[in-house]
C-alpha cells in the first residue's frame, strides 16, 4: 500500500531532521564617528549636530593649557574659526608644516578627504571653532557641481564672507536643539556651492537657474509639506518627489513660492497653529507638537518672530 508523505509523517514513518534555531543576524556594526582630535579630550567642550551628508561641531575651548589637534578622513573637513589666538604652535598639512600663524580668528580652513591636518596650540585667547564634516557622497548637492568628484586642494586661514555666512547659520543650528532638518540639509546644499566656486575662483559661475516649478510640482510639493506639518522633511527626499535636485529644487521652490522650502514648512506649521490655537481645550505643548516644534519654547519663539504675539496673547485675541 502507497503512501503520501503527509499521511507517512503522521503514521510516523519518516522521521525529519529537527529545524535549526534561527539565528537573527548580527546587527550591522556603527562606523567610528569622525571628528577631529583633540589632546587632552578633556580640553574641550563640544555640541553636535548630524544631517545627511554633514555633520557639525561647536567646539569650546575651555583651558589655558597647551593642546594638540589631529585629523584625517574619508570626509572633507571645514573649519571656521570664531575666536583662535595661539602664543606659540605649529599648523601642518600632509606632513609637512604650513603655518605658525598666531591669530586665525574669523578664518576658514578646509581640509580634502584623505589629507592629513596636525597641530599644537597654546592659547592666548581660549578658542572657539565650528567644525564641518562633509560627506561628498552622501551631500544633497546638485549632480552639475560634481562636488564628489572635484579634487579639492587644503586651503588655511582664508576669508570668504558667504561661506563664512553659511556656517554661522550652521553653527547656530547646532546650538539649537531641535533644529530643522530640511533647513539644515538645504544650508548643506548651499555649502557645495560655495566650495565649488571658492575652488574654481572668484566669478566662476555655478548652475543657473532654470525657472520656478511647473504646476504639478508645486502641487507634489506643497501637498507633501502639508501632509507633515508635525514631521522634519528631508531636502533630498522632498526634491525626489518633483525629480530635480536638492540645489535646483530650492531655486524653482523660492522663485515660485518666494520662500526657500524650510520658510514655507515654517510658515505653514504656524498657519495650523493658529487653527488649533481656536480650540481651548488644547494645550499650548499640545499644539507645538501637532505643528511640528519639538518644545513649546521653539514654538513660542516662532509664532512671536511671526506674528509679534505669543501663542497665548494669539489666542486671546481670537475671543
Known sequence: MEYTIPELLDRGKIDLPPREAEVPPAPPAEEPRVEMQVTPRAAASRRRADWRGLAGEVVQFTGAAPFEYRFQGQVHLLTSYERAVRSAGETWIDGRQVSTRHDFGRTLSFVPQGHQLKGSFVPRVLPLSSYFYIDPARLPADPELRFAETDFAP???????????????????????????????????????????????????????????????????????????DRDIGLESLAGLVRLSPTHFCRAFRRSLGMPPHRYHIHRRLEHAKTLLADRERSITAIALASGFGASSSFATAFRKATGLTPLQYRRSLF
Open 155 to 229: 586651503t588655511l586661514f582664508f576669508d570668504d564672507p558667504a561661506l563664512w555666512t553659511t556656517t554661522h547659520k550652521l553653527m547656530g543650528l547646532i546650538e539649537s536643539p531641535g533644529a530643522e532638518r530640511l533647513y539644515a540639509e538645504t544650508l548643506g546644499a548651499l555649502l557645495a556651492v560655495e566650495l565649488i566656486r571658492v575652488h574654481r575662483g572668484v566669478g566662476t559661475s555655478v548652475p543657473a537657474d532654470r525657472g520656478g516649478l511647473a504646476a504639478w510640482q508645486q502641487r507634489i510639493a506643497c501637498d507633501y509639506i502639508e501632509a507633515n506639518l
